[in-house]
C-alpha cells in the first residue's frame, strides 16, 4: 500500500502482480491493464502457491522527479522480483505507460529515495557483482544497485564505477568455471529502509546482520551481526510463561530463525525501529547501538509488521494467527477460559470415516429422490 505525496491516490499491489488505484475512501478507481502486467490480462488466473512469485513486486513507490506535465499526479514505480522495472503516470481519471527497464537480474529488496531520486535494489542469486572478491567493501558485494531517474530512454541508469563495470561486462564472454573456484556464501538482503532525510540506508541481511549504508555515496557505515545486536534473544514472557500456549512455545522454540530480524524503519536519522519474528521490537542507536525503549523490547504478537515512522511513531501490525479447538458444551467447564487462548482437544467423533461419510451419502441420494423426512439429514446445532 503506497500513498501519492498528496494522499489523492492510493496504490494497491497484490502477490499476484495486479495493481488498483484507490481514492482517499478506499474506493477503487481503476485498475492498471497492461501487457507488462500479466496479472491485468483477459481470462488470466492466479494459481495455487504458498507464497509471492516472479510478477509479484519488490517494491512500489510514487515519485514526482519526471512529472512534467500538469495532468498526472504522480509516476508510479513497479518493481517485481524477476527484475523489471515498470512506470505509470496516474491521475484521478487515468494512467498512461510511461517506461521499462530490466536489471537483467532477479531483485529481493527494493526502496526509493526521494531526495536524491534514486532507485535502490538489492539483487538475487543471479545477481552478477554479488560476492565478487574484485568488489569487497562496495555496495555491489552485498547486491545493491542503485538507479538514477532519467527523463529520456533508456530512463535509469545504474550507478557503477569503472571496476564494477568490467565485472558486469566480463561475465557476458567470460564462462563460469566452477571446478577452479568455489561459489562464495551470498548472505541475500531481504530489506531495505532510507531514512526521512535520504542520508542512511538501513539493510537487513537473511544472516539477521543490520547494515547502514551513507546516501548517495553508498559507502559502508557500520554492520551488526546478529549475535552483536542488542536484547535479540529476547522472548516475550507472555508465552514462555503461559502453559496453555506450549504448543505455540514449542513451534516457537524450534524455529531456528525466531530472532532474525524481518522488519526495519528510521525511527530518526540515528536510530532504527527493528521488528524480529518472535515479535520483540527495539529502537537501536546506529552508533552505541542502546534500545531506546529501555533495558527489555517491547513484544507484539506474531510475526510484526512496521511502518515508516512519523514524529517518532510508527504504526505496528500483528500478524497473529490461532486455531481453536471445539470447546465444552458445559458453561461450568469453559467458565473464565480465555477465548484467545488455544485449546487442544481431542475429537472422538467418527464424521470424518468412511462409513460415516457413506451413510450420509446415501441418506442424502434417498432423500433427494423420495423427497421422504425419514432420509432428511439431521440439523446442525447452531456454533457460536
Known amino acids: 500500500l503506497v500513498w501519492t505525496a498528496d494522499c489523492s491516490l492510493l496504490?494497491?499491489?497484490?502477490?499476484?502482480?495486479?495493481?488498483?488505484?484507490?481514492?482517499?475512501?478506499?474506493?477503487?478507481?481503476?485498475?492498471?491493464?497492461?501487457?507488462?502486467?500479466?496479472?491485468?490480462?483477459?481470462?488470466?488466473?492466479?494459481s495455487i502457491r504458498s507464497g509471492p512469485v516472479s510478477a509479484s513486486y519488490a517494491?512500489?513507490?510514487?515519485?514526482?522527479?519526471?512529472?512534467?506535465?500538469?495532468?498526472?499526479?504522480?509516476e508510479l514505480l513497479l518493481v517485481d522480483f524477476s527484475g523489471q522495472i515498470n512506470?505509470?503516470?496516474?491521475?484521478?481519471?487515468?494512467?498512461?505507460?510511461?517506461?521499462?527497464?530490466?536489471?537483467?537480474?532477479?531483485?529481493?529488496?527494493?526502496?526509493?529515495?526521494?531526495?536524491h531520486s534514486l532507485l535502490l535494489t538489492a539483487g538475487g542469486p543471479d545477481h552478477p557483482l554479488t560476492g565478487k572478491s574484485r568488489l569487497v567493501g562496495r555496495a555491489s558485494?552485498?547486491?545493491?544497485?542503485?538507479?538514477?531517474?532519467?527523463?529520456?530512454?533508456?530512463?535509469?541508469?545504474?550507478?557503477?564505477?569503472?571496476?564494477?563495470?568490467?565485472?558486469l561486462t566480463s561475465r557476458a564472454w567470460l564462462p563460469a568455471l566452477p571446478f577452479l573456484s568455489s561459489t562464495p556464501i551470498q548472505d541475500f538482503i531481504t530489506k531495505l529502509s532510507i531514512s526521512s532525510c535520504g542520508s542512511r540506508l538501513a539493510v537487513l541481511h537473511q544472516s539477521g546482520t543490520l547494515s547502514v549504508w551513507l546516501i548517495p555515496s553508498l559507502v559502508l557505515e557500520s554492520s551488526t551481526r546478529l549475535e552483536e545486536q542488542p536484547l535479540h534473544d529476547e522472548?516475550?514472557?507472555?508465552?514462555?510463561?503461559?502453559?496453555?500456549?506450549r504448543r505455540a512455545k514449542g513451534e516457537f522454540l524450534s524455529n531456528p530463525l525466531k530472532y532474525h530480524p524481518v522488519g526495519v524503519a528510521w525511527w530518526n536519522s540515528e536510530s532504527v525501529v527493528l521488528a524480529r519474528i518472535s515479535g520483540a521490537l527495539t529502537v537501536l542507536g546506529v552508533q552505541d547501538l542502546t534500545n531506546m525503549l529501555?533495558?527489555?523490547?517491547?513484544?507484539?504478537?506474531?510475526?510484526?509488521?512496521?511502518?515508516?515512522?512519523?514524529?517518532?511513531?510508527?504504526?505496528?501490525?500483528?500478524?497473529?494467527?490461532?486455531?481453536?479447538?471445539r470447546?465444552?458444551?458445559?458453561?461450568?467447564?469453559?467458565?473464565?477460559?480465555?477465548?484467545?487462548?488455544?485449546?487442544?482437544?481431542?475429537?472422538?467423533?467418527?464424521?470424518?470415516?468412511?462409513?460415516?461419510?457413506?451413510?450420509?451419502?446415501?441418506?442424502a441420494l434417498a432423500y433427494y429422490v423420495t423427497d421422504?423426512?425419514?432420509?432428511?439429514?439431521?440439523?446442525k446445532k447452531a456454533k457460536i
Open 294 to 325: 529501555g533495558d527489555s523490547p517491547e513484544f507484539l504478537e506474531g510475526v510484526p509488521r512496521i511502518s515508516q515512522c512519523f514524529q517518532k511513531g510508527f504504526f505496528g501490525l500483528e500478524c497473529d494467527s490461532v486455531v481453536r479447538g
Open 372 to 379: 421422504s423426512e425419514r432420509f432428511a439429514p439431521p440439523k
Open 87 to 115: 512506470s505509470f503516470y496516474v491521475s484521478l481519471t487515468g494512467y498512461q505507460e510511461m517506461s521499462r527497464y530490466s536489471l537483467g537480474w532477479s531483485v529481493t529488496a527494493a526502496t526509493f529515495c526521494s531526495c
Open 141 to 167: 558485494h552485498a547486491g545493491i544497485v542503485a538507479l538514477r531517474l532519467l527523463n529520456d530512454s533508456p530512463h535509469y541508469v545504474e550507478l557503477l564505477d569503472a571496476e564494477e563495470q568490467s565485472v
Open 59 to 74: 517494491g512500489v513507490f510514487f515519485t514526482e522527479a519526471r512529472v512534467r506535465d500538469k495532468l498526472w499526479v504522480s
Open 11 to 46: 496504490a494497491v499491489a497484490s502477490s499476484s502482480g495486479a495493481v488498483e488505484v484507490c481514492d482517499t475512501v478506499g474506493n477503487q478507481v481503476y485498475q492498471l491493464i497492461s501487457p507488462r502486467i500479466a496479472a491485468s490480462q483477459p481470462g488470466w488466473a492466479d
Open 327 to 363: 470447546r465444552p458444551s458445559c458453561r461450568e467447564e469453559s467458565a473464565g477460559e480465555d477465548p484467545d487462548v488455544e485449546l487442544e482437544v481431542e475429537s472422538d467423533d467418527d464424521d470424518d470415516n468412511w462409513l460415516s461419510l457413506g451413510k450420509r451419502s446415501a441418506a
Open 235 to 245: 522472548c516475550n514472557p507472555q508465552l514462555l510463561q503461559a502453559p496453555e500456549r
